[in-house]
C-alpha cells in the first residue's frame, strides 16, 4: 500500500523560507499528481496547491509546489512566513488501488 | 456556492454502526467525486471511500469490509454506514466533494462531525 511520509513538524522565523516534504515509498512521485492542503486547528482543510504545483484560487504566490524525482518526493515551500501560516499541512496523492492517499501531516510553527 | 454539512449520532457503541448523512446545497452532484474522510483525535486524514454521482464506489482498502457510502440524488445527501465500530473509529468525520483534476481535489468541506465510540 502506498505511503506519502511528511516530517512531523518544522519551524521557521517570520520572513524565512520553509519546505515541507512528502516522499512516496512505491512507484514514482511522477506517477500521479500531488494535491496540497493546509488545516488549522478546529476546521476542515482547503487547498493550498494542487496538481504538483497550482496554486488554488485566492493562495498567495508565497505557496509553491514542486516536484523531484531524485528523491521522488514533492515539496510544498512557503516564503515570506507569516503567523497565519502556522497550521498542518497534508499532502495527498494516489495510486493503482487507493485513489485517495494522505500523508501524515506536517505541523509548521512559525517562531 | 456548493456547501456541505455532516450530521449524525455523537457517540456510538461498541460492536455498532456508525451512521451520518451530509447534505449538499448550492450545487450540482455532478460530474463529482463525493467523499468521506475522517480524523482521529490528534492525527492526521484518513481517506475513508466515494461515491461518483453516477453511483459508483470506491473504499480503503482497509476499511473496505465494513464500509457502506451512498447518494440520495433526489435529497442531495451523501451517507456513510461503518459496521462494527471500535474505539479506533473514533474521530471526526468529514464529507467533501471531490473534483478531478488529474487527481481527485476535495475543493469543498464540510464542517466536519465528531463521533466517538464508547459505551
Same mark, same amino acid.
Given at each position: 500500500?502506498?505511503?506519502? !511520509?511528511? /516530517? ?5 522565523? /517570520?520572513?524565512?523560507?520553509? !519546505?515541507?516534504?512528502? !516522499? ?6 511522477? #506517477? ?8 488549522? /486547528?478546529?476546521?476542515? /482543510? ?17 505557496? #509553491?509546489? #514542486? ?7 514533492? #515539496? ?32 509548521? !510553527?512559525?517562531? | ?18 451512521? *451520518? ?60 454506514? *461503518? ?37
Amino acid at each position: 500500500n502506498l505511503m506519502l !511520509t511528511q /516530517p512531523h513538524s518544522v519551524s521557521e522565523s /517570520p520572513g524565512k523560507t520553509v !519546505t515541507i516534504s512528502c !516522499t512516496r515509498s512505491s512507484g514514482t512521485i511522477t #506517477s500521479s499528481f500531488v494535491h496540497w492542503y493546509q488545516q488549522r /486547528p478546529g476546521s476542515a /482543510p482547503t487547498t493550498v496547491i494542487y496538481d504538483d504545483n497550482i496554486r488554488a484560487s485566492g493562495v498567495p504566490d508565497r505557496f #509553491s509546489g #514542486s516536484i523531484d524525482s531524485s528523491s521522488n518526493s514533492a #515539496s510544498l515551500t512557503i516564503s515570506g512566513l507569516v503567523a497565519e501560516d502556522e497550521a498542518e499541512y497534508y499532502c495527498q496523492s494516489s495510486d493503482s488501488s487507493t485513489p485517495v492517499v494522505f500523508g501524515g501531516g506536517t505541523k509548521l !510553527t512559525v517562531l | 456556492q456548493v456547501q456541505l454539512r455532516e450530521s449524525g449520532p455523537g457517540l456510538v457503541k461498541p460492536s455498532e454502526t456508525l451512521s *451520518l448523512t451530509c447534505d449538499v446545497s448550492g450545487g450540482s452532484l455532478s460530474p463529482n467525486y463525493w467523499n468521506w474522510i475522517r480524523q482521529p483525535p490528534g492525527k492526521g486524514l484518513e481517506w475513508v471511500g466515494y461515491i461518483y454521482y453516477s453511483g459508483s464506489t470506491n473504499y480503503n482498502p482497509s476499511l473496505q469490509s465494513r464500509v457502506t457510502i451512498s447518494l440520495d440524488t433526489s435529497k442531495k445527501q451523501l451517507s456513510l454506514r *461503518l459496521r462494527s465500530v471500535t474505539a479506533a473509529d473514533t474521530a471526526v468525520y468529514f464529507c467533501a466533494r471531490g473534483v478531478f483534476r488529474g487527481l481527485i481535489e476535495m475543493d469543498v468541506w464540510g464542517k466536519g462531525t465528531t463521533v466517538t465510540v464508547s459505551s
